[in-house]
């Protein structure tokens, strides 16, 4: 198994609720991230886990908050989100670097949550 | 802020033709790594070269690497009409985490 899935594929949300989008992998990956991308823009690295550790967090709004309950799953929970939030989020996993397997800095993408935020 | 500028924006091309984009960056880096992104999905990693070479070829991709100038090149020969895609550099620093920060992009149209 050599993706990284998604679900859902589509969300809307009004800005007072509690929804969560997920990301699943099962190459053995130990590096996981989470990247927001608007139209016609590059993503852009909200946070990073490594071996099931936030090891990154880029001053993103505590309204998006992640979880890594074990090596495989990654979670993004949103609370009290903002029109401006609207956007493509990408997950992303790595391989640990292991000799022979294929370069750690390899990203993997999941093909992203269409978030709309009303 | 964003590491990697590229250009051009967008290029359109006939298809067979040769199809370059570049890339340039600000700080040193430990690698550079050019992806793909078919409109609205995720992106798909097409090559890495480190920062100790100077070229690589993967397929009909050709990628240069000038640590001096700071800048990259990515390559697509005879281009094929499913080359049409968005096309990103990124870099990576290792901040305790690999930091991966990406370019603006090149929007590549390759008409049949």
């Known amino acids: 198994d050599t993706e990284v899935t998604q679900t859902p594929k589509h969300l809307v949300m009004g800005m007072t609720n509690k929804k969560s989008l997920k990301c699943e992998q099962h190459m053995g990956h130990r590096a996981m991230y989470w990247y927001k991308q608007k139209a016609k823009k590059p993503p852009e690295l909200m946070f990073v886990?490594?071996?099931?550790?936030?090891?990154i967090n880029e001053s993103v709004p505590s309204r998006f908050s992640p979880e890594c309950p074990n090596s495989s799953l990654l979670n993004l929970h949103l609370h009290a989100l903002q029109p401006e939030d609207s956007a493509l989020y990408l997950c992303?996993?790595?391989?640990?670097?292991?000799?022979?397997?294929?370069?750690?800095?390899?990203?993997?993408f999941g093909p992203g949550t269409r978030l709309l935020v009303l | 802020s964003q590491q990697g500028e590229e250009d051009p924006q967008a290029l359109s091309i006939q298809e067979g033709e040769n199809a370059t984009m570049n890339c340039s960056y600000k700080?040193?880096?430990?690698?550079l790594q050019w992806y793909r992104q078919n409109s609205g999905r995720g992106l798909v990693h097409l090559i890495l070269i480190r920062s100790n070479e100077r070229e690589k070829h993967s397929g009909r991709l050709r990628v240069t690497l000038d640590t001096s100038k700071k800048s990259s090149s990515l390559l697509i020969t005879a281009s094929r009409a499913a080359d049409t895609a968005s096309y990103f550099c990124?870099?990576?620093?290792?901040?305790?985490?690999?930091?991966?920060?990406f370019g603006a992009g090149t929007r590549l149209f390759v008409k049949a």
């Open positions: 700080t040193s880096i430990n690698n």
């Open positions: 886990y490594s071996y099931e550790k936030l090891s």
């Open positions: 990124a870099t990576d620093r290792n901040t305790g985490g690999f930091k991966t920060i």
């Open positions: 992303a996993s790595s391989h640990p670097g292991l000799a022979g397997g294929p370069d750690r800095e390899t990203q993997y």
